[in-house]
C-alpha cells in the first residue's frame, strides 16, 4: 500500500494538477503521465528524482526552464538556479498543509481512487475554499 504523490502547484503553492502513482513506481514515469498537463510557465522546480535529459528536453519544447538539481549519478552537473530553488519549500508546505489531514497522512483507503479522492477533497478546502 505505498504510494507517490507527484503535484504541479501555481506560484503560491497551491495545487493545480495532482497524480498519484503506486510507491515503487519512478518519478520519471509519473512525469511522463502529467507533461501534458503541465501550464504555461517560466520555470519548473524539481527534486533530483526529476533530473533527466529527456525531461529537461520536453521542458525546453514548452518553453519552460528546468530548475533541477542534477542527480548524483551524472558525470558532468548541470547548474541550476539556486535562488530560484530556494522557492522550493512552498511545494513542501502544500504536501505538508495535505498531510495535516489525518486520513491522508496514515493512508487508512486501501483502494488509490478512495484515497485520491480524499486527497482531491482535502486540496480544494485547504487551498481552493
Keep these: 500500500m505505498n504510494s507517490k504523490l507527484h ?6 503553492g497551491r495545487p493545480l494538477v495532482m497524480l498519484l502513482t503506486e510507491g515503487q513506481m ?10 501534458g498537463a503541465l501550464p504555461p510557465a517560466k520555470a ?16 525546453v519544447s514548452k ?16 547548474p541550476h538556479d539556486k535562488t530560484l530553488y530556494r522557492q522550493r519549500h512552498k511545494i513542501e508546505n502544500m504536501f505538508g498543509k495535505l ?8 493512508r487508512y483507503d486501501r483502494c488509490a ?7 482531491c477533497i482535502a486540496a480544494a478546502v485547504a487551498f481552493w475554499l
Design 63 to 78: 518553453g519552460i526552464e528546468a530548475c533541477i538539481p542534477p542527480s548524483k549519478s551524472r558525470k558532468v552537473a548541470i
Design 26 to 35: 519512478s518519478d520519471h514515469k509519473g512525469t511522463k503521465l502529467m507533461l
Design 99 to 106: 498531510k495535516d489531514w489525518r486520513r491522508i497522512a496514515t
Design 44 to 59: 519548473l522546480l524539481g527534486d533530483t528524482g526529476y533530473d533527466s535529459n529527456w525531461f529537461r528536453t520536453a521542458l
Design 113 to 119: 481512487h478512495t484515497f485520491f479522492s480524499a486527497i
Design 7 to 12: 503535484a504541479i502547484y501555481d506560484e503560491i
